[in-house]
């Protein structure tokens, strides 16, 4: 080969060898540049994307159930995802709602609810399994719920006075019926026997049912429990109906007053309210608090709410917090008095 030959075969070599180092650059970083719209797009991906796990700390069946179904159905419309209900009975609802405390915090996994929880159990219990105040969440209150104080329909009162002043002249003949130690029924009873300055005997019993059986015997004399268990009873003159446990009268029953009406300030209202685990993130808190409130304003929720003696309240993840801690140093003077326990 000539020197030109050569020359020319050189120069050839030499621009496709720039060529090479020009490309191979921009070939190496082809797949980085893939991958990252990817990574990103999942790291972005609007929540809920999932079904949404929602523990309910009781059977089935139950007032807390009818509750929750009530809300849960549209719930899920809004969001877009299934809510499947998961019931986790036992131990006076803390079973379940350990469960939520150790979730994931991602917005998958949420508690519906009840006084129990975080506002009673911890003053009833020696030992709790998660931090009442720590481990969750607040998100939104659902309900305020109602009790009755209903009477032996042969017990010779009409009104609350009137058994304050029969309690108060035959101390400790009066029992009172609770679905249980440490449910609203039976702290609803304390505080009437707090607030009254009367001798009163409590008689729980495992449930609600067992209970009515009991009122309506004679053996027990009356008892504060929810409406929707005793309204049945009362439209069919089995029990006499004397007053309802919330400061306002209950559209349910409307010809009945509070009984705060007798003893000022008395109010025993179980509260259901959703929470997350501890460390949800505040976008997800905010996407179901805003949700929870909207359906709360639905009028089919609000005519449910209404058939289980119940009125629907929303709230602000702070302002459920607050509530909670002032129901809690509430309760906790109740149950120290009354020496109760759930151990």
Do not use: C
Not at 1 to 9: E, Q, T
Not at 84 to 92: E, F, L, T
Not at 98 to 105: F, G, M, R, T, W
């Amino acid at each position: 080969m000539g020197s030109l030959g050569l020359s020319w075969a050189i120069s050839k070599l030499a621009q496709r060898f720039a060529t090479l180092v020009l490309i191979l650059p921009a070939l190496l970083t082809v797949p980085v540049l893939v991958a990252l719209p990817t990574k990103a797009s999942a790291q972005q991906q609007p929540y809920p994307s999932k079904p949404i796990r929602l523990v309910l700390p009781f059977a089935a069946g139950g007032g807390a159930d009818n509750n929750a179904r009530i809300i849960a159905e549209p719930l899920a419309q809004r969001l877009g995802q299934p809510i499947i209900i998961d019931y986790k009975p036992g131990a006076g609802g803390t079973l379940g709602a350990n469960i939520v405390a150790n979730a994931a915090p991602d917005g998958y996994t949420l508690l519906y609810a009840t006084p129990g929880q975080q506002m009673t159990n911890p003053h009833l219990m020696e030992k709790m399994p998660y931090d009442a105040l720590k481990s969750f969440a607040s998100v939104s209150q659902v309900i305020e719920g109602s009790n009755v104080l209903v009477v032996n329909k042969n017990l010779p009162v009409n009104s609350v006075a009137e058994l304050i002043a029969l309690a108060r002249a035959k101390p400790g003949t009066i029992n009172f019926a609770s679905s249980g130690i440490g449910s609203s029924s039976h702290l609803a009873g304390e505080l009437f026997k707090s607030m009254a300055g009367i001798d009163i005997v409590h008689v729980p019993y495992k449930g609600s049912g067992a209970a009515i059986t009991e009122v309506l015997g004679g053996s027990i004399q009356m008892t504060i429990d929810t409406v929707s268990v005793y309204l049945p009873q009362i439209k069919a003159n089995n029990v006499k109906a004397l007053a309802i446990s919330t400061l306002e009268r209950n559209p349910i029953l409307p010809e009945l007053p509070p009984i705060a009406d007798t003893l000022p300030g008395f109010a025993a209202a179980p509260v259901n309210y959703i929470t997350a685990p501890a460390g949800t993130p505040r976008p997800i808190i905010e996407r179901l608090n805003r949700e929870i409130n909207i359906v709360l304003k639905l009028p089919t929720v609000h005519e449910q709410f209404a058939q289980n003696g119940a009125t629907e309240k929303g709230s602000t993840p702070e302002d459920m917090d607050a509530l909670i801690r002032s129901e809690s140093a509430k309760w906790k003077k109740i149950i120290d008095q009354s020496r109760a326990t759930a151990n």
